[in-house]
Each structure stands twice: as C-alpha cells, then as structure tokens.
C-alpha cells in the first residue's frame, strides 16, 4: 500500500512509538496522583508539554485534549461575542459555529476567491468593533492553501477580538504567529499518536470550561491525562522541530516531482503560491473519482476530507473557490511527507494518471 493521506493523519513516527510504550507496559500511575509514580508520571507530561510549547510563540500555556476538535470547541465556545470565520474551515470549526449561533450567538462567514485565500480587506470591513472572535485554519486541510493569519490577527486586535488559529495542519510545517491568541494543535497530524491534542492559550486570555470536573490541566480543562499520549506527543513534536529543515526539502522535491508527473489535462485546486506543498489538490474535468478509487486500491489516497467521507456531500471548501458540483466531485487530494519515497510517489502519479486516461477509451 502506496499511502498518500497525510492531511487525514500521518504514520506514526517510531521514535513517539519508543517514548509511549513504557507508559503503556509498565508505568501506569496517574499523572495527577501525589505519590511518587504519579509525580513520575507528570514529570512526563510536563517534559511533552515543553516539547510541543517550542514550537508555538511565547507568553501562553498548553493545555492537553483529547484532539483538535475539542480544543476548537473549547476555544469557541468558552469565548463571547461575535464569531468571525471563514467559508473554508474544518467542520469542527464550522459546526461549532453553527451550533453557536443557534443558542443566538452572532456569527459572521467570511467568504474566499478562486484561490481560497480570504480578501482582507472584506475582512476589515467586516470584523468591527463588539466581534469576539476570530476563527482562521493556518493551512487549509483540504487544499493546502496558507491563509494571511498574521494580518488577520491585527484585524482582530484593531476590533478587540481574540484570534483562534486552527494550525492541525500547519504545526511544525508553517510558523504560526507570535501575534495570535488561541491554537488549536493535533498530535496524529504529526507522527503521533490519535486521541491527543492541545490548545495553546496566550497569557491574560480566560475561557470558560468545555467540560466539568477535577480541572486537572490549568486553564480549565477535566480529565486524566494519558502520559504515553503526552509523551508521544511531545516526541512528535521535538522531530518535527528537529527535522524541519530535512522535511522541508524533501516535501519540496516530491511537490516538484509531483508536478512533473502529473501530465496534461489536470488542473491544482488553490493557490499554488501560499501554499503548504505536502498536499495536491487536483482535479481532472469528467473524472470518475469512485471508479478511480476502486482501479487504484492499493494506493490510499482521499476524495475529500477524512471527516466528510462518507457523508455523500462534495467538498464545502472546494464549492467555496468556486467549483461546480461536477468539478468538486472530480477532484481527489494526495497528502505526503516524511516517510513518502520519490519512488512511492511517482509510482503512485503515474498509475493516477493511467487510470483517469483509461476512463476515455
């Protein structure tokens, strides 16, 4: 199996797998205990906890979730006021909104251009005085786009909102801004493993609880925390800062090959030039994805978001850059990155290519 679906999660690196299995074989204790294998325990969480603050900006704390969507529900709903957000976020973000605005909340959907790139200054001119917050995805999970989340902030500064940056899949890839309020982070985006992620909060700014209980992470936030989660995590995190450079490099060689190979008749979904370049979103106008997907069974690759699969709805994010219904369902989406080889990749291009050519005998 060729595996090219890395915007819906990442292998895990065997490095986090090392730093979790203690945890999981022989070092059970809570990390929220007070005796001596507890506070082990919590040494652990606090040794990942730094790991994965270096990459985000000073002045703010990590809080430990079970995931990006919770820390997006978190950070949504545990602010006021008016939400600003664009028509191409995650669902996580969009349903929160609209779950939102339902119990009256004000809600605001900015929309994007051809390229997916927010207009800042309809974005100005909308985000005024009385907003409470502001929600923008750092890289667009779908077609890889890198929204202006700098600019963005200032905005909602210059308003007297906060600034949530959704950055699953920009962390450790693309610098998020020294400027920004809340981050929403994922740990499986990152060669580590599912169910944990965090939400940074900047110093000074209080959210109201998601969920009631012992309180056990500072901010606000209940549960017991799974130290093999956090070390992983935490591991994920050091190898992405550690191997930023040599990641880089390779991804740009596999986007440059990637391009090359693709031939004639296929057309990129986005802006190529504000851009995270382990994702290619393309489409081919008539193209069968479902039949593609079956002919091409042992290469993994996405029609759309992992967490809209299934749903028989095409993509909201390609529709919101303007896409037909026909040309939003021809499209498919290759993810790739730190274990993807050029062979793997070009292997799996060609056979792409040959089987779209073979839907037109």
């Excluded at 699953?168 to 499986?188: C, E, F, K, N, W």
């Excluded at 994010?317 to 290759?334: F, H, K, M, N, P």
Aim: hydrophobic share 45%; net charge negative; proline share 5%.
């Amino acid at each position: 199996m060729t595996y090219l679906d890395y915007q819906a999660t990442t292998p895990l690196a065997p490095e986090a797998l090392a730093a979790m299995l203690p945890w999981l074989e022989s070092q059970h204790a809570n990390p929220h205990s007070p005796h001596r294998e507890g506070r082990r325990a919590k040494a652990a969480v606090e040794v990942a906890r730094d790991q994965v603050a270096a990459l985000l900006p000073a002045g703010g704390r990590v809080a430990f979730t079970s995931g990006a969507t919770e820390a997006l529900n978190w950070a949504i709903k545990g602010t006021s006021g008016e939400i600003v957000t664009l028509a191409t976020e995650h669902a996580a973000v969009l349903d929160t909104v609209a779950a939102e605005a339902v119990r009256g909340r004000p809600v605001m959907i900015l929309p994007v251009g051809t390229d997916g790139l927010v207009d800042l200054a309809a974005a100005r001119a909308a985000i005024q005085p009385g907003a409470g917050l502001v929600a923008a995805m750092l890289v667009n999970n779908e077609i890889g786009v890198v929204q202006p989340i700098a600019a963005l902030a200032d905005i909602a500064h210059q308003a007297g909102a906060l600034m949530l940056c959704d950055a699953v899949q920009g962390y450790g890839r693309v610098p998020v801004p020294d400027t920004v309020d809340l981050v929403a982070i994922s740990a499986h985006k990152i060669h580590g493993p599912k169910g944990i992620g965090a939400l940074w909060i900047r110093d000074g700014v209080d959210l109201a609880p998601l969920m009631h209980g012992g309180g056990q992470e500072a901010p606000g936030r209940s549960g017991t925390l799974s130290p093999a989660l956090c070390a992983g995590f935490g591991v994920a995190a050091h190898l992405m800062a550690d191997r930023k450079d040599q990641d880089a490099a390779h991804i740009d060689r596999l986007w440059s090959l990637a391009l090359d190979r693709l031939g004639p008749g296929w057309t990129i979904n986005g802006s190529t030039d504000h851009r995270y370049h382990g994702n290619f979103n393309i489409r081919r106008e008539g193209l069968d994805v479902n039949r593609l997907m079956s002919d091409l069974r042992d290469i993994a690759f996405s029609a759309g978001s992992a967490c809209a699969s299934g749903s028989g709805r095409s993509s909201h994010v390609l529709r919101a850059i303007g896409l037909t219904e026909a040309q939003a369902r021809a499209s498919i989406r290759l993810g790739f990155g730190r274990y993807t080889t050029e062979t793997e990749l070009r292997d799996a291009i060609d056979a792409i290519v040959a089987a779209a050519e073979a839907q037109w005998p």
